[in-house]
């Protein structure tokens, strides 16, 4: 081996490690949904460290020749297709932009540290909380609620944690990683970013000129279909096979800038999808509790689906795994089960708890529409009985 590669190696076992975690939801100002999604990530990042000590299987490895064997003194570094990047490990160390990556276990703080995602998370959080402070000075009768900031700022962290720390780093080399890090933007980010309305806050924010443009935008046909609760449905249910069970996330995995706007469109599908389920901001066409139940139902064998096909399959999926030559961890085979698994038991499982709180708003709101009810059916009883007695009476006789 090279010196250079000998370097490098001594680098890599010296780093430290560091481990992560996410920022607990236990806030008595957040209601029962914001505590759904946080408790979900949560699920998820225990996942994350679950499966990253799982053993491969022998079925497996006998049936995949690209496998490789360490022995002795012979530590092979091989190169690590798209994290070539400027991923910065432990303390930031460009040398590892020229080595294969470590095993996870040993390098849980690692951190995928890039220009332009940073600057949109950070970008969009700073307009955010400017857009509340101005409808706060505007309207200090009627101040931007605090739990739809801070449900917004949770999204922006989730998103940060998906990308930029140990998760994104391995996302172009675990498979189960990767599910992981979809999971926690189109399940975890994408209801948070819902629930902070964002769309409400721009409009309550702006004024003049600007405040005309965006209320024509959004009164126009292009943004009624875009906003539809159909529109949001299927780009979910179309979204999440392709992204999953085609050559396109082969090609995300060999292109940075398609793995990028990848992470996009998760948060982009994932806000259409889960707007009329929070049903926060103001919509043309809003959805019943008993409509959301069933949108959320009919959305649940999706990830099944995906979820079952990658758990039946007897062979990698995807050629760009098989030329990382990755020397630990799971075998290629098992690591597409794992991330079947996740999708599957994940997916369905956060999908039921988000039905939790869908299932408590229709109770309530049969409730008040019962004693709305008896209400109106007391008046009228009352109204009857008051002309009974009228007419009765020998006084009011003519």
Same mark, same amino acid.
């Given at each position: 081996?090279?010196?250079?590669?000998?370097?490098?190696?001594?680098?890599?076992?010296?780093?430290?490690?560091?481990?992560?975690?996410?920022?607990? +939801?236990?806030? +008595?100002?957040? @209601?029962?949904?914001?505590?759904?999604?946080?408790?979900?990530?949560?699920?998820?990042?225990?996942?994350?460290?679950?499966?990253?000590?799982?053993?491969?299987?022998?079925? @497996?490895?006998?049936?995949?020749?690209?496998?490789?064997?360490?022995?002795?003194?012979?530590?092979?570094?091989?190169?690590?297709?798209?994290?070539?990047?400027?991923?910065?490990? =432990?303390?930031?160390?460009?040398?590892?932009?020229?080595?294969?990556?470590?095993?996870?276990?040993?390098?849980?703080?690692?951190?995928?540290?890039?220009?332009?995602?940073?600057?949109?998370?950070?970008?969009?959080?700073?307009?955010?909380?400017?857009? +509340?402070?101005?409808?706060?000075?505007? !309207?200090?009768?009627?101040?931007?609620?605090?739990?739809?900031?801070?449900?917004?700022?949770?999204?922006?962290?989730?998103?940060?944690?998906?990308?930029?720390?140990?998760?994104?780093?391995?996302?172009?080399?675990?498979?189960?990683?990767?599910?992981?890090?979809?999971?926690?933007?189109?399940?975890?980010?994408?209801?948070?970013?819902?629930?902070?309305?964002?769309?409400?806050?721009?409009?309550?924010?702006?004024?003049?000129?600007?405040?005309?443009?965006?209320?024509?935008?959004?009164?126009?046909?292009?943004?009624?279909?875009?906003?539809?609760?159909?529109?949001?449905?299927?780009?979910?249910?179309?979204?999440?096979?392709?992204?999953?069970?085609?050559?396109?996330?082969?090609?995300?995995?060999?292109?940075?800038?398609?793995?990028?706007?990848?992470?996009?469109?998760?948060?982009?599908? =994932?806000?259409?999808?889960?707007?009329?389920?929070?049903?926060?901001?103001?919509?043309?066409?809003?959805?019943?509790?008993?409509?959301?139940?069933?949108?959320?139902?009919?959305?649940?064998?999706?990830?099944?689906?995906?979820?079952?096909?990658?758990?039946?399959?007897?062979?990698?999926?995807?050629?760009?795994?098989?030329?990382?030559?990755?020397?630990?961890?799971?075998?290629?085979?098992?690591?597409?089960?794992?991330?079947?698994?996740?999708?599957?038991?994940?997916?369905?499982?956060?999908?039921?708890?988000?039905?939790?709180?869908?299932?408590?708003?229709?109770?309530?709101?049969?409730?008040?529409?019962?004693?709305?009810?008896?209400? %109106?059916? !007391?008046?009228?009883?009352?109204?009857?009985? %008051?002309?009974?007695?009228?007419?009765?009476?020998?006084?009011?006789?003519?």
């Amino acid at each position: 081996m090279p010196a250079s590669g000998d370097a490098a190696v001594g680098l890599l076992h010296s780093l430290p490690v560091g481990t992560q975690i996410l920022p607990a +939801a236990s806030n +008595a100002a957040v @209601d029962a949904t914001h505590a759904v999604a946080f408790s979900a990530a949560t699920c998820i990042l225990v996942c994350l460290f679950a499966t990253q000590t799982l053993p491969p299987s022998p079925a @497996d490895d006998a049936t995949e020749p690209n496998k490789l064997e360490l022995s002795g003194s012979q530590d092979a570094i091989h190169l690590a297709g798209r994290h070539e990047r400027d991923a910065v490990i =432990g303390t930031s160390l460009s040398l590892l932009a020229d080595v294969a990556l470590p095993n996870i276990s040993s390098n849980l703080g690692a951190t995928a540290i890039a220009f332009t995602p940073s600057v949109l998370i950070g970008g969009a959080t700073t307009l955010y909380l400017w857009g +509340a402070w101005r409808v706060g000075r505007a !309207d200090p009768e009627s101040p931007w609620s605090v739990k739809r900031t801070i449900a917004f700022v949770g999204a922006m962290v989730l998103v940060f944690v998906a990308i930029e720390t140990v998760i994104g780093v391995y996302d172009d080399t675990l498979f189960y990683d990767h599910m992981i890090q979809h999971i926690l933007l189109i399940m975890g980010a994408a209801p948070l970013i819902a629930m902070g309305a964002p769309v409400e806050l721009l409009v309550r924010s702006t004024i003049g000129g600007t405040h005309r443009v965006v209320t024509r935008v959004l009164d126009s046909r292009v943004a009624e279909v875009v906003g539809h609760p159909i529109t949001g449905f299927v780009l979910y249910t179309v979204f999440i096979p392709v992204a999953h069970l085609t050559s396109l996330y082969n090609v995300m995995l060999t292109n940075d800038l398609a793995h990028d706007n990848e992470h996009l469109a998760f948060l982009v599908i =994932g806000y259409l999808f889960w707007r009329p389920v929070v049903a926060i901001e103001p919509s043309r066409h809003p959805l019943s509790p008993g409509l959301r139940l069933i949108y959320l139902m009919l959305a649940v064998p999706v990830d099944t689906f995906c979820g079952l096909v990658l758990l039946s399959t007897n062979h990698e999926m995807f050629s760009a795994y098989t030329t990382m030559h990755r020397t630990w961890g799971p075998s290629l085979v098992g690591d597409l089960h794992t991330g079947g698994a996740i999708m599957w038991v994940f997916g369905d499982s956060l999908m039921a708890l988000a039905m939790i709180p869908v299932v408590i708003q229709w109770v309530r709101s049969e409730e008040v529409l019962t004693r709305e009810i008896d209400a %109106e059916l !007391d008046a009228q009883e009352a109204l009857r009985q %008051e002309r009974d007695g009228q007419s009765t009476d020998p006084h009011l006789q003519p």
